[in-house]
């Protein structure tokens, strides 16, 4: 990349994160007194209304899974009634620790725990914490039960980047094995990698990037054989995997009713349609579970436990993800499940159909796609021009939408597929276009520059704190 177009991206990427430069309230120290309530208010309803536009129409993969204006409305109700409670006050709260208790046992139940005992978990903030505490727990009873001191995770190089993240976090090793050539974990692969010191192996249903479930059986059957623990991450199917299965699509078996399958993480402020802020993470025991909680008996502040990373946590988001739970039901998840997949299996022939493209395996609700003859960073760069909020993949460079809700409204997919078909048509006629955030990709994938794109996110994120 020359330096007068990467100083050019830096610029444009700047500006998307830091719209807000005039006519906006801000302030780099207290206001001396308290702003007017009113005019905060007004100030926030503005900015509402400038940010929902492109995430209330479709525009975006993932991100927003219901967005339903009524659901919504109601979640903010039950927020408001609990937004002063803290689960770390049981006492106070009781209420919070039971929503909390059937918001697992519910999650249990749809993920094959049956009449299975035993089954147990937590709520947690995030998949990410989800599976931070998941990796945590298999460190901490592989040291107690095996003496097993330098734990290591065996990870397909899909598996979400929160468990990189939990490898640094808790000192252990990872090891990524590749995926074969449908997108799925290869299982020789995993195998060939366990060693003395493996205390957990990982399968995704399904992984993010590419959307396609890993063969969790054989994957869950190798660490059972071994006693080895073994997680699903079903962050993002967990939710939605069990109504697609049921309404007869082809789904292989990811969660409980696997023997070898030791704990789930499955997201609720993803496919359960709850607000921001809310996960579950699963054991197969409760002796399991002990080894997530944090317990200490020698504070001079008192008798302290604590189940998950958190001290003091918003009570209030677990009343909301009850609250979705409980009021969409069944039905209600069966419902949407069957329009996300009505619209995903519409989109796949759509892009199928256009010869430049084609799709990465044999994906349900996540599509991912990448071209052999076009450079499809083009492409996703000229849908951000349209609007379009698509993902951007690499290893192989490729691009994904994240199919949800909010796509199943009227006219979406087709405006979808007419601005990708265009999109194409435009990157063909010019070959030059930009590439978008292409060119930090590709520097991504090459090991002398790596560390320069490092720098970079560090930049990103620095630039979002910048007021
Ligand atoms: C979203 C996701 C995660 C991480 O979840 P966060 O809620 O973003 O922390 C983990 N695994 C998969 C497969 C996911 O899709």
New binding site residues.
Partial sequence: MDPASSAEMFESVENILKPYKEGFMSFKQLPEVGVDREEILHEMEKLKNLEQETWKEGFVSGAVYHGDENHIDFLNRIYAYHSQSNPLHPDVWPSTTKFEAEIVAMTADMLGAGEQEGICGTVSS????S?LLAMKTYRDWAERTKGIIEAEIIAPTTA?A?FDKAAQYFRMKIIRTPIDSDYRADVDAVRSAITDNTVVIVG?A???PHGIVDPIEELSELARKRDIGFHT?A??GGFILPWIKRLGFDVPAFDFRLPGVTSI?A?T??FGYAAKGT?VILYRTPELRHFQYYLTTDWPGGLYNSPTLAGSRPGALSAVCWAAMVSIGEKGYLRAAKEIMNTSIWLRDEIESIPELKVLGDPLFIIAFASDVINIYQVMEVMTQKGWGLNGLHLPPSVHICVTLRHTQSGVKEKLIEDLRMAVEYVKENPAASEGIGPVYGMAASPEMRGMVTEVLKWYLDTQYKV
């Fill in positions: 995030g998949g990410t914490e599976i979400h929160a995704s399904p992984p993010y991450d962050c993002m993480s997201d402020h993803k996960s």
